[in-house]
T-cell receptor, first 115, second 115 residues
Framework: AQSVTQLGSHVSVSEGALVLLRCNYS??????LFWYVQYPNQGLQLLLK??????LVKGINGFEAEFKKSETSFHLTKPSAHMSDAAEYFC?????????????FGSGTRLQVQP | EPEVTQTPSHQVTQMGQEVILRCVPI?????FYWYRQILGQKVEFLVS????????KSEIFDDQFSVERPDGSNFTLKIRSTKLEDSAMYFC?????????????FGPGTRLTVL
């Protein structure tokens, strides 16, 4: 079964610092990978997705993620954190092999941005 | 921008009662999903729905759960006899198709509290 692991349930950075949120997947074939963000009292919003095209994926709000097959990773980065980036971030996977589109989520990482 | 809406935002019910959670997917979307997130845990897939039938369900989606698209706009999740462990945030999602570039759009969620 597909799964994703997010290292670090809480990450705290200073405003202007690099944001790095880690996600590793387990799959025998490269899956489709997604990052979603959840702001307080809101639904899940797609930040970016990898669907076997370019390995470096750019998303909204200045975020990007790089698919590394050798490391089975899909870490999310942003060069300079903004206060408005404070939210919970979820990595998710769906099966590219079977066409199953239901998402399997990681446990989430809460990002705090300190002034 | 079109969005998925869910009502109510918060539902409190007594154990053993039936609840219906309502969702209005984006109007031209054909695939519908329910997920749930128990407090402090991962977002978990419950069920997917296409062409007026369930296309996939998880082991969580037992006989206590049912889904319906009663008209052209609503998509509902019914829990027949709620248990304490059904307390969770329930998210509805929809997507236009099954293509690689199709994104699941999530609603803001309904927080269900079973007393």
């Amino acid at each position: 079964a597909q799964s994703v692991t997010q290292l670090g349930s809480h990450v705290s950075v200073s405003e202007g610092a690099l944001v790095l949120l880690r996600c590793n997947y387990s799959s025998s074939v490269p899956p489709y990978l997604f990052w979603y963000v959840q702001y307080p009292n809101q639904g899940l919003q797609l930040l970016l997705k990898y669907t076997s095209a370019a390995t470096l994926v750019k998303g909204i709000n200045g975020f990007e993620a790089e698919f590394k097959k050798s490391e089975t990773s899909f870490h999310l980065t942003k060069p300079s954190a903004h206060m408005s980036d404070a939210a919970e971030y979820f990595c998710a996977v769906s099966d590219a092999n079977t066409g199953r589109r239901a998402l399997t989520f990681g446990s989430g990482t809460r990002l705090q941005v300190q002034p | 921008e079109p969005e998925v809406t869910q009502t109510p935002s918060h539902q409190v019910t007594q154990m053993g009662q039936e609840v219906i959670l309502r969702c209005v997917p984006i109007s031209n979307h054909l695939y519908f999903y329910w997920y749930r997130q128990i407090l402090g845990q991962k977002v978990e897939f419950l069920v997917s729905f296409y062409n007026n039938e369930i296309s996939e369900k998880s082991e969580i989606f037992d006989d206590q759960f049912s889904v319906e698209r009663p008209d052209g706009s609503n998509f509902t999740l019914k829990i027949r006899s709620t248990k304490l462990e059904d307390s969770a945030m329930y998210f509805c999602a929809s997507r236009v198709g099954q293509g690689l570039t199709d994104t699941q759009y999530f609603g803001p969620g309904t927080r269900l509290t079973v007393l």
